[in-house]
C-alpha cells in the first residue's frame, strides 16, 4: 500500500509536488503488474485535501481558502487522516473487511453485522 495524492494524477501548480506523487503511483502500477500473478495486490491510496495541521494553517494565512477548498469537494467536505486509514484498510483488507465485521472509526454498525 502506498500513499500519493490526486495531485499526483494531474497536470497543475507545484510540478516537483506533482512529479514525486505521480513517481509513486508509477511505481505502484508497476509492482502491481509485477506480482499481479502471485495474487499480491499493490494499490495506491490518491488522496485530496486533507484536513492536517498543515492544511489548517494554510487556511490560517490565506482568508477564504478554506470555503474555496470546501466548496470544491463533491462531499461537501474536507477529508480527515481517518478517512484515508479507512481506504486503506479497505484496500488492503479486501473482501476480509466484510467477513470479519470491520467498520471505519466512528461509524456504526450495520444491523445483524457481528463483532469480529
Keep these: ?55 489548517e494553517r494554510s487556511f490560517a494565512a490565506a482568508p477564504g481558502l478554506e470555503q474555496r477548498w470546501r466548496a470544491a469537494q463533491p462531499i461537501g467536505r474536507l477529508r480527515t487522516p481517518e478517512d484515508v486509514a479507512d481506504v486503506g484498510r479497505v484496500a488492503v483488507l479486501g473482501d476480509r473487511v466484510v467477513r470479519h465485521g470491520y467498520r471505519p472509526a466512528g461509524r456504526r454498525r450495520p444491523p445483524g453485522v457481528a463483532r469480529a
Design 1 to 55: 500500500m502506498n500513499t500519493a495524492s490526486a495531485a499526483g494524477l494531474s497536470a497543475g501548480p507545484t510540478p516537483a509536488y506533482r512529479a514525486s506523487k505521480w513517481g509513486v503511483v508509477g511505481l505502484t502500477r508497476f509492482a502491481a503488474r509485477e506480482v499481479a500473478g502471485r495474487g499480491i495486490r499493490n494499490n495506491a491510496v490518491c488522496p485530496g485535501v486533507i484536513m492536517t495541521p498543515m492544511v
